[in-house]
Each structure stands twice: as structure tokens, then as C-alpha cells.
């Protein structure tokens, strides 16, 4: 089930300008005059099409209908503020399985169906003046039959290389490079939360990796999963997924150091370390577990912790 106020939550992220900002970031684009035409229903259909990559939460598939600021924008925020972007176009949750309903109006309907509930987009007729068009927006339950539930909101696209981008949700312009900062400070928590947890995850997968081979692995790759084909061994031991062997996770860089052996018999230790990729973006604490197990962070300004940083949970 989608919430009403999803939308109100995407107005209050972006931020509001008049009318007038909307034509200066159209203002670099081509004028109607000189670009190649398009046919009558062109932003309908970039508009049902990015609408059904936001259902699916399909990265790939949405970066195509954002400008080009956007679209580099997009590529550098944080994996979960990318999906929380998709899922306020649909006010669903979970990823879905979008499909054209027929109607009778002959206004095109994106149903998404997920596994915790389903929306339908019906996309009403276009307002095309020059370079920008503007288009309503029914979202609404499709087991609702009094319309209680249905949301309506104006969405408006720009013509950019000979194509229709979105540009904003009602009269909140979509300017991803002014909300990038604030977005990764709200999901900064989030990254560092689970950077942690990818110190204790490949902590665990150490300890599992020496009981199972008697020693310690040479690196966070022999933790990772096994060649195609071949079964877990001490070169693939499959205790960890490709992200997260490959030293890299949600913002994060990871290393593992083996230290603390010693010719007399003492078991080798080891050091586990996790800093932001982007300091100020990804994450501001660096993260670090000592030899003796216990996890430490601080503010480093992006440099690799130590055991002399405040001890944390």
C-alpha cells in the first residue's frame, strides 16, 4: 500500500522554486525551432516509461530520463538514496513489475505491482509549449473504486537532446546536484551503520575461514564466493558476496591486515579497517577493529582509524 504523504515528503526534500528557475534550467536546451520534432505523445511516453523504471527501481533504466546534471548527480549519490528517489515517482516501497493497462480514455496507466501492495499511474494529456511539457498525474489504489485514496500531481518534462526528461514533481524542480549534500547527510547514518556491520561480517567470515583451513586468508578475496563452476575452497570460500570481498560497500572501502604472529607459536591476528570513499558524503567516522576484537570510531577526515579512537558497540 502506498502512502498519501510520499508526495509531500518529495516537496519537502527538493526545494521550491517559482516557475521562472524551471525556464532558466530550460534555458540551455535547444528551442522547439531548431530541435528535430517529436511526435505529438513524446513526453507521455518518456513519462509512462520513466515512471515504470521507477516502479522496477531500474537505475539504469530512470538515469535515462534525467537531464544531464541530473544524471551525473544521480550516478554519485549513495545506492540507497538512488532507490528512495524512484520509489517517491510511485509511492511504493518495495521494487515492482510495472505493465500498460488498457483504458477506455485512452490515457496511458502504469500498473506496478509489488509484493507489499500496488499503484496505478494514470498519465493525462500533455500541455507542450516550446521546450517544456506538463503532464497530470492520477496515482491511486487499484482496488479503489470512490477515489479516496488518489493523488494528483502535475509533472513536467524537458526537451533535452532530442529527448523528454524530467524536470519536476508539481511545482518542486527536480535539482538533484542542489539536494545531493543534504541527501547524504540524511543517509550518511545509514552508511555508517552499515559499515559496521560490514567490519563485523568480515570478521565473522575470518574466524569461519581459520576454523574451516587452519590459517587465515591472504586477503578479503579469498572470502569471496568460489570461481563459476568450482566448489568453496581457501582460494573461494564463498563467506562473503562480490561487494563486500571486493573491499567496497555502500560508500565504504574496507581493509583487512594480518599482524600479531610470531615464530614462537602465537596465532596470527589481524586488523580490520573501514573508510569512506567520499569523506563529508559517504560517511564522516572511520571505522577500525583491533586485533583483540574490540571496534573503535572517530572523525578521521577520511584517514584509517586506530585502536586509540573511542571504543563503540
Not at 88 to 115: A, D, I
Not at 154 to 161: A, H
Not at 200 to 207: G, S
Request: glycine share 10%; aromatic share 6%.
Amino acid at each position: 500500500m502506498f502512502r498519501c504523504a510520499a508526495f509531500a515528503v518529495l516537496a519537502s526534500a527538493l526545494p521550491l522554486f517559482a516557475s521562472v528557475v524551471a525556464a532558466q534550467e530550460s534555458s540551455s536546451v535547444p528551442n522547439a525551432k531548431t530541435a528535430a520534432v517529436s511526435a505529438p505523445d513524446a513526453p507521455t511516453a518518456a513519462l509512462r516509461d520513466a515512471l515504470s523504471a521507477a516502479c522496477s527501481q531500474s537505475e539504469q533504466a530512470f538515469t535515462k530520463f534525467l537531464t544531464m546534471r541530473n544524471a551525473e548527480t544521480f550516478a554519485h549519490l549513495t545506492p540507497p538514496a538512488r532507490v528512495a528517489l524512484m520509489k517517491r515517482f510511485v509511492l511504493l516501497n518495495q521494487p515492482g513489475k510495472p505493465s500498460l493497462l488498457p483504458t477506455g480514455s485512452g490515457r496511458p496507466t502504469v500498473h506496478c505491482e509489488t509484493p507489499g501492495g500496488a499503484a496505478e499511474l494514470q498519465i493525462g494529456g500533455a500541455e507542450v509549449s516550446d521546450n517544456l511539457a506538463f503532464l497530470p498525474v492520477e496515482v491511486r489504489e487499484p482496488t479503489d473504486t470512490t477515489g479516496s485514496s488518489t493523488i494528483r500531481v502535475q509533472m513536467g518534462l524537458v526537451r533535452e537532446n532530442n529527448g523528454w526528461k524530467l524536470l519536476s514533481v508539481g511545482l518542486v524542480l527536480l535539482d538533484l546536484p542542489a539536494l545531493a549534500f543534504e541527501w547524504d547527510a540524511a543517509e550518511m547514518e545509514s552508511t555508517e551503520r552499515a559499515a559496521i556491520d560490514g567490519v563485523k561480517k568480515i570478521a565473522e567470515a575470518v574466524e569461519t575461514y581459520r576454523r574451516s583451513y587452519a590459517r587465515l586468508p591472504e586477503s578479503l578475496a579469498k572470502l569471496g564466493p568460489a570461481k563459476r563452476g568450482s566448489a568453496a575452497g581457501p582460494d573461494g570460500a564463498g563467506l562473503l558476496d562480490q561487494e563486500l570481498a571486493s573491499g567496497t560497500r555502500m560508500g565504504y572501502r574496507f581493509r583487512y591486515v594480518i599482524s600479531g604472529g610470531s615464530d614462537l607459536g602465537a596465532p596470527a591476528k589481524y586488523e580490520i579497517a573501514a573508510t569512506p570513499e567520499t569523506y563529508g558524503r559517504t560517511g564522516r567516522r572511520s571505522f577500525f577493529r583491533d586485533t583483540n576484537g574490540g571496534m573503535h570510531g572517530a572523525d578521521r577526515q577520511g584517514a584509517v582509524g586506530s585502536e586509540v579512537d573511542p571504543r563503540i558497540e
